[in-house]
């Protein structure tokens, strides 16, 4: 397409309804188009196509939107569509107004590796679209960084929605043979030529995760060849039963015949790959581990054990993603209760809240001013009083004297709507404090108005502990007795000791 096109919009005007404000982006199938719905007064995004090009894919596209616009958006996760009309020689979709793709906020970040809370948001976003797409029986196929799109990251960091249903396949239209989905992308079994299903999608869902978690793409191949040699690489070579099956495994193996079936497979090399085909191989892999067992335990350097937890239950659901066998592969209905979205590792019998990573950790400005907790009347704190800060509460933690092992608690309501009177007061008995006897009082404070954090991944994580050091200590000192408490006693968040970060 010219580059004059790409900040020229291909129609001077629309309709009516809507002002042309400026070109968000170009491409082979056209343009799209920032507008100012008049009636509504709204943003929207007007995807503007060129029905010369491919006449039968726009109405494809625009069918399947149609089926998918009596599914709630919100819920869904993914794109509304408002309205879809044809003038002219032009075929014009409206969608809600999004922020940026995931490649885009991939390449603002240099291709740093994503912060695990937003990885958990993306991915269990994106597994809610394909479960709904499952629902009515369609594959998405083309699953990339830039079909995702971030909604507002500033006002709901990491919540996502799918876009693009232009080569949207039903299952029960799917063939042997068909090739789908971007190559980076693309599952083995569409690769040599079996029958596929809804597991293709999740297979290129696992992509994006890796993509996400290390910066960089698992299967940078040129071609199919290429990725599916870093495929067998990291997982070893498919099943046979896989192999018979393919119309296209003689491509990329070499087999031997008993009566007429080929039951023995090795994968070609890259040279006899060339010479067959005339096709040169490459190897781009930013990588040099030789299995996803590998990245559990990298990086997990100075990371506290819920940190290392969290990563671990990252690489297996990416593990469970890159099925090689699509019937073993996870389900995206699965994904949304494996327990890395879940978090259910989180050890709950010492009753701790994560709170040491924070969701996005470059930027503490994405996190709405609702979220900030009210207590700004306790900033000036007496000697040897600590202020805890979680998402909901500060909480005073005050040396007393060493007279008993007892502690106090007391909780201090604002005037809510939903709140009753204060709740006063309860005792709990430190029997595992032998070497010092303590008494603390620790009196927590929810603000008044105290607003809902909104359904992001701000939810998925609590905001680290801000410890403010008293200004002496008592023998051992307050690391010591912090240490304690967290193993024997808190049963409403975790305070972690000096470096433990």
Known sequence: MPSVLKSQPLVNTISDNYEILIVLGAGSFGQVLKCLKLDTAETVAVKVLRN????????????????????????SNIVRCHECFQRSDRTFMVFEMLDMSLHEYMDKREWLPAPLNGIRTVIKDLATAFDTLKGIGLIHTDLKLDNVMLVDHQVK????????????????????????????????????????????????????????????????????????????????????????????????????????????WKFKTPLEFRLETKLKTSDDREY???????????????????????????VELLQDMLQMDQKKRITPKQILAHPFITRSYLNLSKNCLYGTETVEADSSSERPETEQTKVDGLKELPVGVIEVQTDERTVLVEEATKESSVIRTQTVQGDTPSSGKAEIAHEIKLDSITDEDWEISIVSVIGKGHSEAPKSSSEESLPAPVVSEPRKKKKKG???????MRRNFFSCFCVPGQGEE
Not at 293 to 312: G, I, M, P, V, Y
């Open 52 to 75: 010369s090009n491919a006449d039968e894919l726009n109405m494809r596209e625009m069918l399947m939107l149609e089926k998918l616009r009596c599914m709630d958006s919100d819920k």
């Open 478 to 484: 307050i690391r010591g007795f912090f240490s304690r």
């Open 288 to 314: 040099t581990f030789s299995s996803l067992e590998e990245l559990k335990t990298s990086s997990t350097h100075n990371k506290t054990s819920f940190q290392a937890e969290d990563r671990k239950a990252c």
């Open 157 to 264: 960091p990491f919540r996502v929605k799918l876009i693009d249903f232009g080569l949207v396949v039903k299952t029960s239209e799917v063939r042997k043979g068909l090739v789908v989905q971007p190559v980076w992308h693309r599952a083995p079994e569409v690769i040599l030529g079996q029958p596929f299903n809804e597991a293709i999608d999740v297979w290129s869902l696992g992509t994006i995760l890796a993509v996400m978690l290390l910066g960089f793409q698992l299967f940078p191949g040129n071609h199919q060849y290429d990725v599916l040699r870093f495929i067998i690489d990291l997982f070893g070579e498919p099943p046979r039963k896989l192999l018979n099956s393919g119309l296209f495994t003689e491509s990329f193996f070499k087999g031997k015949s008993r009566f007429c079936v080929r039951t023995d």
